[in-house]
């Protein structure tokens, strides 16, 4: 009886030991990550001084690891954790909601109910005898509809007051579908509405908006017929308990014109925040993009030429894979460059890769880097990382620039490393993965690296 106990002892202490020792092995790969270069070039030396922070995952696990390069290497750090807090996060914006364009000019779309594009449509449908027989363009408006759409409640305004795009009397529009009274689908003769988009930027007195024309696409003086640039719209906000945000109404009877441009000449390109809170105005002028600074009294303090216009994305209508850049994943994009706000310095960055480095000196901006070469993303597409989206982080440290790119796409881990001398010659260009990649984990970065220099 007692060699039974012993023995039964002898197997429940080895059982345990067995467990420890098979729980340690199973855990210890979730938190040795390996990170590896799919592709390499240049000096990693260059590198050296850098920090990342790298947060993947395969729901509901998490890995965050911690990179940092010296003397030519480099040393990763990893813990893992079981995490599901974020899949069924629900958050409620405290954001004043800005105007979206409402407008057409694609071949074919669907106009969906309540847009206001949708009730000018009903009515041609309505007021139509031929059914689906094309109807002439211009007999129903005689400009490109144009809406800004804003807030909770919708509230519309008519952008033809401000920009009057005259209708080709050879354009005509075919109803060729409605379901339910909820949607249209409709069938354009031609792509002849220039592209155009709205930028915006916002405080607790309102709303400061322009229009942004693609490139190549020409406005006459008579687009504006009261004149173009940025407006400025009054808005007055009641916060909303039962979420915690903003219910903003919209004074529209207000809007002014706050800082008057030449349409023909300045085309509008960004509209942007600095950290200490000035608008910053980017346009495009004789080839040249211009950062326009304004202070306080939203005066001109600053204006800037930067940085050679993007020669990508010129002729929307016969765009070919080599001339045709996205930022991010979206439509045709009427942005081709945006601003990257840093600590300390800001990055003009177009989507062709090229871009220059902003910082201080004596309170006003200057240019202290250009990087002048066209750049392509290995992506697969004709996308490019887009700082607005948050697809691209970088920092500068007063003689280099390092910036890391990466796309939420689950089964791609690769971020991509660049470094550069502040003449704009590239030192370092890499393409990084990790092991989490490879086996069953199929992990992702939930979001781009977050980089710096150490100090």
């Excluded at 916060?239 to 030449?262: C, I």
């Amino acid at each position: 009886m007692r060699k039974r106990v012993c023995l039964a002892a002898i197997l429940l202490l080895a059982s345990v030991a067995a467990l420890v020792a098979v729980s340690r092995y199973v855990e210890k790969p979730r938190d040795s990550v390996a990170f590896f270069t799919v592709s390499e070039s240049g000096d990693r030396a260059a590198a050296d001084g850098l920090t990342l922070d790298v947060t993947s995952r395969c729901w509901p696990l998490r890995w965050e690891s911690h990179l940092q390069f010296f003397s030519g290497s480099l040393s990763a750090e990893t813990q893992s954790d079981y995490d599901d807090s974020n899949r069924y996060r629900i958050t409620y914006s405290t954001d004043i909601p800005a105007p979206t364009l409402d407008t057409f000019y694609q071949d074919s779309l669907t106009v969906i109910e309540p847009s206001p594009l949708y009730e000018l449509v009903k009515s041609w449908y309505q007021d139509s005898s031929a059914g689906s027989t094309p109807i002439r363009l211009q007999d129903c408006c005689p400009y490109y509809p144009l809406f800004l759409t804003s807030g909770y409640d919708l509230t519309t305004f008519d952008l033809t007051e401000l920009i009057q795009i005259e209708v080709p009397e050879d354009h005509t529009v075919s109803i060729t579908s409605m379901y339910d009274e909820t949607y249209f689908e409709i069938e354009s003769s031609h792509n002849q509405m220039p592209a155009v988009d709205v930028v915006y930027q916002y405080d607790d007195s309102g709303i400061y908006f322009s229009v942004a024309f693609a490139a190549g696409a020409a406005p006459q003086q008579s687009w504006a017929p009261q004149g173009f640039g940025v407006w400025f719209l009054p808005i007055e906000t009641t916060p909303l308990q039962l979420n915690g945000g903003v219910k903003v109404e919209y004074l529209w009877e207000d809007l002014q014109l706050l800082l008057p441009l030449d349409i023909t000449a300045q085309r509008v390109v960004a509209l942007d925040r600095s950290e200490d809170g000035k608008l910053l105005l980017t346009t495009c002028e004789d080839g040249m993009y211009h950062l326009r600074v304004l202070d306080e009294q939203n005066r001109v303090q600053q204006t800037l030429p930067v940085l050679a216009e993007t020669k990508v994305n010129r002729d929307r209508e016969n765009a070919s894979p080599d001339n045709c850049r996205f930022f991010g994943f979206s439509n045709f994009n009427m942005i081709d460059t945006e601003l990257y706000m840093g600590d300390g310095f800001m990055v003009l960055y177009c989507c062709d890769g090229r871009f220059a480095v902003l910082d201080k000196e004596n309170g006003l901006y200057r240019v202290a880097m250009v990087q002048d070469e066209e750049e392509e993303e290995d992506t697969g597409y004709q996308y490019v990382a887009s700082p607005r989206n948050g697809e691209i982080h970088m920092t500068w440290n007063g003689e280099r620039l390092a910036t890391v790119s990466a796309f939420k796409v689950i089964g791609r881990f690769a971020f991509h490393l660049r470094v550069y001398q502040d003449t704009g010659e590239k030192l370092y260009d890499a393409h990084w993965s990790s092991s989490l990649s490879q086996g069953t984990y199929d992990a992702y970065l939930e979001e781009t690296p977050a980089i710096a220099w150490s100090k």
